[in-house]
């Protein structure tokens, strides 16, 4: 008992000790558990969170390479209900030297260059064509594999208007079934840029203002967006700010909204630099309305070019509803095979592969034939001061671009078929022999580099000759704005003063100016995303971990 009762209190001396340690560990964990490693942790977040408005083309290049870096959260945010913007719809393809057809970096350069008539900026060009191939390369690294191969095939090359050499990469056809290459590349980031586990997409939201805050020099910086989320059931609306340490600009042009004004009432962008152009048709979904542009000039970046709009020469007119405000692009790559343009008299007017802006004038000029030959498709289909060219192919230039491709167009009702030369001249209502006579001069230069009275000097291949003749209407169409905000080659928006850059915020793709000038070459836009895009996806990550 005697003993008992004298270690009585040295237990409860060591309880009392044992205690007190066990509260200290306890406060410990739950400090570094809620305070200190949130805090760190939502610091990190903050510091390493990159931003992406546009979900086209470029802005899922930009995020999948910005989440490249690692350490960084992306933040991907489309006002429509779907990623993927106008760059869906690309049917050309995508440009990289090539090799193969003796093409040259030199090469590249001059035609993109002369297509941009003097006002490109030559260090963006530069970048544009010494990163084609490995831009490439890297859209097949990020495809996905089945056993061991890439599901990305940009294998058919052709040659474009405005190119000395074929280097328009775009997909064979699968299956008996297109592959529209612009579809194909957005599907191919979408998968990877989805697959990863610490990203986040939201669509429905548009952005409305850049949020900005003075830096350690006292220098407006842009550390995150304001957005409008909808919800798509119930239609509320509700605001939003979310902070990051870059944002990346790549909600492509304003060619998707050609009237004077704005669902909102205000001016267009096309209305401000281009009037000439309101209410022509155009090849954009409404979407492409320039916000993009409007956000970078909110905070003070500089402009470049906006006047200079590609009128793409041939959108497809469709006999049902010839005057639609919005076509089907009539892509390049038909010409690029064969197809030739024919005016109203039935007589060839123009290169179909020189530079679009002169392809498309020529067209303009032809107008005052539509209506010469009253039984003609032109006279039954189009009213009158329409600017429009038959697009005519032969069975091996159809053959050439994909007859599975062009069969969807076809299915469209895009396309009358004429079995032989003198069903054709029935369709356009004129003389046989005349349009024989027209066919013959053209099939004299096929094989030689001699220049037609068009000074034209690559031709696929021969148009006369038992054949099935594919015919289509196709008209002028409003495709792409070259202007946009300034950047430098880093992929960073420039200020007003055209040097300085406006810290944290990024873009890449139509919503910038300075790659393409006057006259952008077909294959150089989703090239242009590609390039860029990663640029400035790298760059923002870099930044971001920098603050």
């Not at 903050?46 to 989440?67: D, F, P, R, S």
């Not at 530069?126 to 191969?149: C, T, Y």
């Not at 191919?188 to 610490?198: A, E, N, V």
Request: proline share 5%; with cysteine.
């Amino acid at each position: 008992m005697c003993q008992s009762h004298l270690l009585l209190p040295t237990t409860l001396f060591f309880m009392k000790i044992l205690t007190r340690l066990l509260l200290i560990f306890v406060i410990y964990y739950l400090y570094n558990r809620f305070f200190s490693s949130s805090s760190i942790k939502t610091m990190t977040e903050k510091q390493n969170t990159v931003v992406i408005v546009g979900g086209g083309l470029a802005g899922l290049t930009a995020a999948v390479e910005a989440h490249n870096q690692g350490n960084t959260k992306v933040i991907l945010i489309e006002k429509e209900k779907n990623i993927g913007g106008n760059s869906m719809k690309a049917t050309s393809g995508i440009n990289a030297i090539e090799p193969l057809n003796n093409d040259s970096r030199e090469a590249f350069i001059e035609d993109t260059l002369k297509s941009g008539a003097g006002i490109c900026r030559e260090d963006l060009v530069i970048k544009l064509v010494d990163e084609s191939r490995s831009a490439l390369d890297w859209l097949i690294k990020e495809s996905e594999f089945e056993a061991g191969n890439p599901t990305l095939d940009l294998s058919v090359v052709s040659r474009c208007g405005g190119h000395s050499v074929g280097r328009t990469h775009r997909c064979p056809a699968q299956n008996g079934r297109p592959v529209p290459v612009g579809w194909k590349l957005v599907d191919t980031l979408k998968k990877r840029f989805t697959s990863y586990p610490d990203v986040e997409v939201i669509t429905n939201a548009q952005v409305l203002n850049l949020l900005t805050e003075p830096n350690q020099k006292n220098v407006k910086s842009v550390v995150g967006v304001q957005i409008l989320k909808k919800d798509p059931e119930t239609e509320q609306e509700s605001k939003e700010e979310i902070r990051a340490n870059a944002v990346v600009l790549t909600s492509g042009g304003f060619a998707g909204q050609t009237g004077k004004y704005l669902p909102n009432g205000k001016h267009t962008l096309l209305s401000e630099f281009a009037p000439q152009l309101v209410n022509t048709a155009t090849t954009n979904g409404p979407w492409a309305a320039g916000e993009g542009v409007r956000l970078g000039l909110a905070v003070g970046a500089g402009i470049r070019d906006m006047d200079q709009v590609q009128v793409h020469p041939t959108g497809f007119v469709d006999p049902n509803n010839p005057t639609a405000p919005t076509k089907f692009l009539a892509p390049e790559a038909l010409r690029a095979y064969g197809g030739i343009l024919l005016n109203g008299n039935g007589k060839r007017f123009i290169d179909e592969l020189t530079l679009r802006d002169r392809v498309t004038a020529a067209v303009y000029r032809q107008t005052g034939t539509n209506h010469n030959h009253p039984d003609s498709l032109m006279s039954k289909v189009l009213p009158k001061d329409y600017a429009a060219a038959y697009m005519v192919l032969t069975d091996d230039a159809v053959e050439g671009f994909g007859k599975s491709t062009l069969g969807f167009y076809a299915s469209k009702g895009f396309f009358t078929q004429a079995e032989g030369i003198e069903n054709l001249a029935k369709v356009l209502d004129v003389d046989v022999k005349e349009l024989e006579q027209e066919f013959k001069e053209y099939d004299q230069h096929v094989g030689s580099d001699k220049p037609d009275k068009t000074q034209k000097t690559f031709f696929p291949g021969p148009i006369s000759g038992p054949t099935t003749y594919w015919v289509a209407l196709t008209t002028p169409v409003v495709h792409y704005t070259m202007g946009g905000l300034n950047m430098n080659t880093d992929a960073a928006i420039l200020a007003e003063d055209n040097v300085s850059v406006i810290p944290g915020l990024y873009g890449a793709g139509e919503v910038t100016g300075g790659v393409h000038g006057h006259n952008r070459l077909a294959g150089n836009s989703l090239l242009e995303c590609v390039v860029f895009g990663r640029t400035a996806g790298r760059n923002a990550a870099l930044y971001a971990q920098q603050q």
